[in-house]
Protein backbone atom coordinates (compact mmCIF):
# COMPACT_ATOMS: atom_id res chain seq x y z
CA UNK A 1 0.00 0.00 0.00
CA UNK A 2 1.37 3.12 -0.88
CA UNK A 3 -0.14 6.28 1.49
CA UNK A 4 1.05 9.43 -1.09
CA UNK A 5 2.01 9.56 -4.79
CA UNK A 6 5.72 7.97 -5.72
CA UNK A 7 6.04 12.09 -7.42
CA UNK A 8 5.18 13.08 -4.10
CA UNK A 9 7.02 11.17 -1.95
CA UNK A 10 10.27 11.33 -3.83
CA UNK A 11 9.69 15.67 -3.38
CA UNK A 12 9.30 14.67 0.12
CA UNK A 13 12.70 12.92 0.36
CA UNK A 14 14.37 15.74 -1.94
CA UNK A 15 13.43 18.44 0.76
CA UNK A 16 14.46 16.62 3.65
CA UNK A 17 18.35 16.31 5.22
CA UNK A 18 20.35 13.93 3.35
CA UNK A 19 21.16 10.80 4.71
CA UNK A 20 24.61 10.86 5.90
CA UNK A 21 27.40 8.69 3.63
CA UNK A 22 27.76 6.11 5.76
CA UNK A 23 24.02 5.64 6.14
CA UNK A 24 23.92 5.80 2.29
CA UNK A 25 26.58 2.51 1.94
CA UNK A 26 24.62 0.66 4.69
CA UNK A 27 21.38 1.19 2.79
CA UNK A 28 22.99 -0.22 -0.94
CA UNK A 29 24.88 -3.07 0.96
CA UNK A 30 21.55 -4.04 2.67
CA UNK A 31 19.55 -3.95 -0.85
CA UNK A 32 22.90 -6.11 -2.41
CA UNK A 33 23.38 -8.98 0.17
CA UNK A 34 20.50 -8.59 2.88
CA UNK A 35 17.34 -10.43 2.54
CA UNK A 36 13.85 -8.70 2.45
CA UNK A 37 15.64 -4.82 2.24
CA UNK A 38 12.07 -3.46 2.63
CA UNK A 39 12.34 -3.50 6.63
CA UNK A 40 15.03 -1.11 5.98
CA UNK A 41 13.43 2.49 7.71
CA UNK A 42 15.19 3.84 4.61
CA UNK A 43 16.35 7.84 4.37
CA UNK A 44 13.21 9.61 5.03
CA UNK A 45 12.08 7.74 8.04
CA UNK A 46 15.68 7.42 9.31
CA UNK A 47 15.52 11.17 9.00
CA UNK A 48 12.59 11.26 11.14
CA UNK A 49 13.82 9.00 13.68
CA UNK A 50 17.06 11.33 13.73
CA UNK A 51 15.66 14.33 14.33
CA UNK A 52 12.76 12.94 17.17
CA UNK A 53 15.96 11.94 18.90
CA UNK A 54 17.55 15.00 18.52
CA UNK A 55 14.54 16.41 20.23
CA UNK A 56 14.57 14.43 22.76
CA UNK A 57 18.26 14.25 23.57
CA UNK A 58 17.89 10.88 25.38
CA UNK A 59 20.43 9.57 27.79
CA UNK A 60 19.17 6.06 26.88
CA UNK A 61 17.54 4.15 23.86
CA UNK A 62 16.14 0.77 23.33
CA UNK A 63 15.29 -0.61 20.25
CA UNK A 64 13.45 -3.75 19.63
CA UNK A 65 14.44 -5.12 16.17
CA UNK A 66 18.10 -4.29 14.27
CA UNK A 67 17.53 -5.69 11.52
CA UNK A 68 21.20 -3.65 9.72
CA UNK A 69 21.48 -1.26 11.91
CA UNK A 70 20.23 1.85 9.96
CA UNK A 71 17.30 2.91 12.37
CA UNK A 72 19.56 2.31 15.29
CA UNK A 73 22.23 4.66 13.94
CA UNK A 74 19.90 7.46 12.90
CA UNK A 75 18.25 7.32 16.50
CA UNK A 76 22.15 7.16 18.28
CA UNK A 77 22.54 11.01 16.29
CA UNK A 78 20.61 12.21 19.34
CA UNK A 79 22.39 10.70 21.94
CA UNK A 80 23.55 13.01 24.89
CA UNK A 81 27.37 13.04 25.53
CA UNK A 82 27.26 10.16 28.00
CA UNK A 83 24.03 8.10 26.61
CA UNK A 84 23.65 5.00 25.31
CA UNK A 85 21.67 2.68 23.29
CA UNK A 86 20.63 -1.04 23.48
CA UNK A 87 19.81 -2.82 20.11
CA UNK A 88 18.37 -5.77 20.27
CA UNK A 89 17.31 -8.50 17.17
CA UNK A 90 16.62 -12.31 17.14
CA UNK A 91 18.63 -12.92 14.16
CA UNK A 92 22.40 -13.59 15.35
CA UNK A 93 23.49 -14.14 11.23
CA UNK A 94 22.99 -9.81 11.35
CA UNK A 95 25.25 -8.99 14.10
CA UNK A 96 28.47 -9.06 12.43
CA UNK A 97 27.04 -6.83 9.41
CA UNK A 98 25.81 -4.56 12.04
CA UNK A 99 28.61 -4.29 13.95
CA UNK A 100 30.71 -3.27 11.37
CA UNK A 101 28.64 -0.06 10.77
CA UNK A 102 28.43 0.57 14.43
CA UNK A 103 32.27 0.35 14.39
CA UNK A 104 32.82 3.14 11.24
CA UNK A 105 30.06 5.75 13.42
CA UNK A 106 31.10 7.86 15.59
CA UNK A 107 28.98 5.92 18.27
CA UNK A 108 30.91 2.87 18.33
CA UNK A 109 31.04 2.79 22.13
CA UNK A 110 27.33 3.99 22.54
CA UNK A 111 25.45 1.10 20.72
CA UNK A 112 25.22 -1.94 22.34
CA UNK A 113 23.88 -4.80 20.78
CA UNK A 114 21.88 -7.71 21.85
CA UNK A 115 20.98 -10.84 20.29
CA UNK A 116 17.73 -13.14 21.18
CA UNK A 117 14.26 -13.01 22.58
CA UNK A 118 13.82 -9.35 23.31
CA UNK A 119 11.43 -10.25 25.97
CA UNK A 120 13.49 -12.37 27.87
CA UNK A 121 16.57 -9.86 27.49
CA UNK A 122 14.65 -6.47 28.63
CA UNK A 123 14.13 -7.68 32.22
CA UNK A 124 18.19 -8.38 32.50
CA UNK A 125 18.85 -4.62 31.42
CA UNK A 126 19.04 -2.37 34.44
CA UNK A 127 18.08 0.72 32.65
CA UNK A 128 15.32 3.00 31.99
CA UNK A 129 14.80 4.39 28.83
CA UNK A 130 13.79 8.07 27.43
CA UNK A 131 13.05 6.54 23.56
CA UNK A 132 12.04 3.36 23.03
CA UNK A 133 11.88 2.03 19.24
CA UNK A 134 10.08 -1.05 18.73
CA UNK A 135 10.31 -2.61 15.36
CA UNK A 136 10.17 -6.38 15.27
CA UNK A 137 7.75 -9.30 15.27
CA UNK A 138 4.18 -7.78 14.94
CA UNK A 139 2.72 -10.52 17.03
CA UNK A 140 4.60 -9.20 20.03
CA UNK A 141 3.96 -5.57 19.73
CA UNK A 142 1.11 -5.97 23.25
CA UNK A 143 3.94 -8.14 24.56
CA UNK A 144 6.76 -5.60 24.10
CA UNK A 145 4.52 -2.66 25.23
CA UNK A 146 3.73 -4.15 28.34
CA UNK A 147 7.23 -4.89 29.05
CA UNK A 148 8.62 -1.80 28.64
CA UNK A 149 6.40 0.86 29.88
CA UNK A 150 7.74 0.35 33.75
CA UNK A 151 11.41 1.26 32.15
CA UNK A 152 9.89 4.51 30.59
CA UNK A 153 10.51 7.46 32.14
CA UNK A 154 7.99 10.11 32.42
CA UNK A 155 8.09 12.41 29.31
CA UNK A 156 9.67 9.39 27.61
CA UNK A 157 8.56 8.32 24.02
CA UNK A 158 7.58 5.16 22.47
CA UNK A 159 8.28 4.89 18.50
CA UNK A 160 6.19 2.09 16.99
CA UNK A 161 6.63 1.00 13.34
CA UNK A 162 4.73 -0.67 11.07
CA UNK A 163 1.48 -0.38 12.43
CA UNK A 164 -0.55 0.18 9.12
CA UNK A 165 0.92 -2.71 8.12
CA UNK A 166 0.25 -2.16 4.01
CA UNK A 167 -3.54 -1.20 4.97
CA UNK A 168 -4.22 -4.42 6.02
CA UNK A 169 -5.59 -2.92 9.53
CA UNK A 170 -8.46 -1.37 7.73
CA UNK A 171 -9.60 -4.99 6.57
CA UNK A 172 -11.80 -5.47 10.52
CA UNK A 173 -13.19 -8.81 10.71
CA UNK A 174 -11.89 -10.01 7.71
CA UNK A 175 -8.61 -9.94 9.38
CA UNK A 176 -6.85 -13.38 8.25
CA UNK A 177 -3.15 -12.87 9.96
CA UNK A 178 -2.25 -12.87 13.15
CA UNK A 179 -0.53 -9.69 12.22
CA UNK A 180 -2.52 -7.89 11.18
CA UNK A 181 -5.06 -9.18 14.04
CA UNK A 182 -2.12 -8.01 16.78
CA UNK A 183 -1.61 -4.81 15.44
CA UNK A 184 -5.53 -3.76 14.92
CA UNK A 185 -4.92 -4.61 18.85
CA UNK A 186 -2.10 -2.63 19.70
CA UNK A 187 -3.39 0.03 17.96
CA UNK A 188 -6.47 0.26 19.69
CA UNK A 189 -4.36 -0.33 22.70
CA UNK A 190 -2.12 2.65 22.28
CA UNK A 191 -4.98 4.87 22.17
CA UNK A 192 -6.96 3.94 25.19
CA UNK A 193 -4.02 3.31 27.63
CA UNK A 194 -4.21 5.99 30.17
CA UNK A 195 -0.21 6.34 30.64
CA UNK A 196 0.77 7.43 27.59
CA UNK A 197 -1.06 9.54 24.82
CA UNK A 198 -0.60 8.84 21.54
CA UNK A 199 -0.62 10.07 17.68
CA UNK A 200 -0.33 7.44 14.85
CA UNK A 201 0.84 9.20 11.80
CA UNK A 202 1.10 8.09 7.87
CA UNK A 203 4.95 7.87 7.71
CA UNK A 204 6.09 5.12 5.30
CA UNK A 205 3.86 1.56 6.68
CA UNK A 206 2.65 3.53 9.83
CA UNK A 207 4.52 5.30 13.05
CA UNK A 208 3.05 5.71 16.46
CA UNK A 209 4.71 8.13 18.54
CA UNK A 210 3.34 7.91 22.25
CA UNK A 211 4.56 10.22 25.34
CA UNK A 212 4.74 8.46 28.30
CA UNK A 213 2.50 10.92 30.92
Request: charged share 25%.
Amino acid sequence: MQILPEQLEDYIAKHSQEEPQLLKELRRETHLKILQPRMLSGHYQGRFLSIISKLISPKNILEIGTYTGYSALCLAEGLKINGELHTIDINEELYDFQRKYFDRSEFVNKIHQHVGNALEIIPSLNKTFDLVFIDADKEDYINYFNIIIDKVNSGGVILSDNVLWSGKVLDGENQIDEATKSLVAYNKMMNDDERIESILLPIRDGLTISRKK
